[in-house]
């Protein structure tokens, strides 16, 4: 007698954030798959939705509670869709408070959670009742040395479930460390590939070390690993991403490991492309932005989050710098590639903000000829130093400053774009569509300066027929549109 099969049981997966949440969402979809679950991609098809979080930013919170209420209706509306359950960065967060709050949702599951989530959410499916994640301060579970971390039972988004012995980087030999089971979700010729989890700073305004925990490498063999699994996959393009990048290798014993290993990453059959994503700016050192620069197959760009100009701002945020060292970076930046792609983050309206330190800033960022910019108004965030500073400004003074960079920001941005006219630029191919008025084929693409889904895009003119996505043109640019280029094939 045949013993009957188990059900298989669909779930579907809404990753908010960005793109190191993507990731952790792959291997999420990739722990399901491997547990039995067919992963389906419009939720009102899944019997469970997992909603990865954001945490980062107020709107950010917002919009994921709105998507977990939005999920939850589907159970009312006669769907398939039977659980709901929150993971990610506002799960671990705020755990069982999120939980009292949102009865709507059926778990709340942290980090923790992650290597048995098909176990987990088979057990919701059944009606057994989860505990609420119980949020704790990460940084006292994650051991920044490397002997110290090899016993520690957490888990860490980004850094695998299971045991490879692969190759290491440079000496060939033998090296035993975790690597993900990820599963592609976006089919797209890029993709995020997470070089570390965590951050060591301190920076008075930003939380996320308190729910991400210290800063913790993936070994070079565990990278260089999953990069060459996504070329195999048919991603061109690999997007290195992590809390901070310049830090990478340094709890491995080596802070120079990024300039060491891009040549090899850019060396992986299948790429064509590897952009580096959050440079911290007191630690750019001049050899990695020699290797950014000048390597092949790496593109030149830098995302250095400045955060502010004003030397007292920036003391008081608990970083470094002020209007000449940055603008010496971006100068040794240039000195090495001419054509370098910039982009920045800047807060404005931080506690004890000065009419003359947001005069600083502006005059910094006019001077920075930056490609992409991000703005926000500061807002206190739970549990950080800056959350009880003295100077608070209030909400109409910081809407006021906050459209004031913004639309100086818009300017200089499109200025920027304008000078790329004339310049050769190797655009990835991201979309082919045929619009709907004209009935002429639109190429949209992204130049080596351009990064991922915030920088603007380039649209190619003058191509034969049959380019196809994933395909890199060599192309010049003839004129932009905002931040956005337009470039004709050579």
């Known amino acids: 007698m045949t013993a009957p099969s188990a059900a298989v049981h669909t779930v579907a997966l809404i990753t908010l954030g960005c793109a190191r949440n993507e990731v952790d969402s792959e291997e999420l979809a990739g722990q399901l798959e491997a547990g039995g679950f067919l992963l389906v991609d419009d939720p009102a098809d899944a019997e469970t939705v997992v909603v990865n979080t954001c945490g980062f930013v107020e709107a950010a919170k917002k919009d994921s509670v709105?998507?977990?209420?939005?999920?939850?209706?589907?159970?009312e509306e006669g769907s398939v869709t039977r659980s709901v359950v929150a993971v990610g960065c506002l799960?671990?967060?705020?755990?069982?408070?999120?939980?009292?709050?949102?009865?709507?949702?059926?778990?709340?599951?942290?980090?923790?959670?992650?290597?048995?989530?098909?176990?987990?959410?088979?057990?919701?499916?059944?009606?057994?009742?989860?505990?609420?994640?119980?949020?704790?301060?990460?940084?006292?579970?994650?051991?920044?040395?490397?002997?110290?971390?090899?016993?520690?039972?957490?888990?860490?988004?980004g850094h695998s479930f299971e045991v490879a012995t692969t190759t290491d980087i440079g000496t060939g030999a033998p090296a035993t460390g975790p690597r993900a089971v990820r599963r592609r979700l976006d089919g797209g010729p890029m993709a995020p590939l997470k070089l570390a989890s965590g951050c060591d700073r301190r920076c008075a305004f930003c939380a996320i070390p308190s729910f991400r925990g210290s800063f913790v490498s993936r070994r070079p063999a565990d990278v260089l690993a999953e990069a060459r699994w996504l070329g195999e996959q048919g991603v061109k393009e690999l997007f290195l991403v992590s809390e901070n990048s310049t830090s990478y290798g340094k709890d491995l014993g080596d802070i120079r490991l990024l300039e060491t290993m891009l040549p090899t990453l850019a060396e992986v059959e299948g790429i064509e492309r590897v952009r580096v994503s959050y440079l911290q700016p007191a630690e750019t050192r001049p050899g990695l932005v020699a290797a950014i620069a000048s390597t092949t197959g790496v593109a030149a760009y830098f995302d250095l989050s400045f955060q502010h100009a004003s030397p007292t701002i920036l003391r008081s945020m608990r970083r470094f710098g002020d209007p000449e060292s940055f603008g010496n970076l971006l100068a040794e930046v240039r000195r090495h590639a001419p054509e370098a792609g910039v982009r920045s983050n800047?807060?404005?309206?931080?506690?004890?903000?000065?009419?003359?330190?947001?005069?600083?800033?502006?005059?910094?960022?006019?001077?920075?000829?930056?490609?992409?910019?991000?703005?926000?108004?500061?807002?206190?965030?739970?549990?950080?130093?800056?959350?009880?500073?003295?100077?608070?400004l209030d909400a109409d003074a910081i809407?006021?400053?906050?459209?004031?960079?913004?639309?100086?920001?818009?300017?200089?941005?499109?200025?920027?774009?304008?000078?790329?006219?004339?310049?050769?630029v190797i655009v990835l191919v991201e979309s082919v569509d045929e619009d709907e008025d004209s009935?002429?084929?639109?190429?949209?693409?992204?130049?080596?300066?351009?990064?991922?889904?915030?920088?603007?895009?380039?649209?190619?003119?003058?191509?034969?027929?049959?380019?196809?996505?994933?395909?890199?043109?060599?192309?010049?640019?003839?004129?932009?549109?905002?931040?956005?280029?337009?470039?004709?094939?050579?």
């Open 66 to 75: 709105d998507t977990l209420l939005a999920a939850s209706d589907l159970k």
């Open 91 to 157: 799960a671990e967060r705020y755990g069982d408070e999120l939980a009292g709050s949102l009865p709507e949702a059926d778990a709340v599951l942290g980090f923790d959670a992650y290597p048995d989530i098909a176990d987990r959410l088979r057990s919701i499916l059944a009606g057994d009742k989860q505990h609420a994640h119980t949020p704790s301060d990460r940084r006292k579970l994650l051991p920044i040395s490397p002997t110290q971390r090899v016993d520690v039972e957490v888990v860490v988004p």
């Open 346 to 392: 800047f807060i404005v309206g931080f506690p004890g903000e000065t009419e003359d330190d947001f005069a600083t800033l502006c005059d910094f960022v006019t001077d920075a000829r930056l490609d992409a910019i991000g703005v926000f108004g500061y807002s206190d965030e739970d549990g950080t130093e800056a959350e009880s500073y003295d100077g608070k």
């Open 399 to 424: 809407e006021e400053r906050l459209e004031h960079l913004r639309a100086l920001t818009d300017e200089l941005t499109a200025q920027r774009a304008e000078e790329r006219v004339g310049e050769t």
């Open 439 to 490: 009935g002429e084929t639109v190429i949209e693409g992204r130049a080596a300066c351009q990064g991922p889904e915030v920088d603007g895009s380039t649209f190619l003119t003058g191509l034969p027929g049959g380019v196809r996505v994933g395909d890199m043109i060599e192309a010049t640019v003839v004129g932009t549109e905002g931040v956005d280029l337009v470039a004709r094939g050579v």
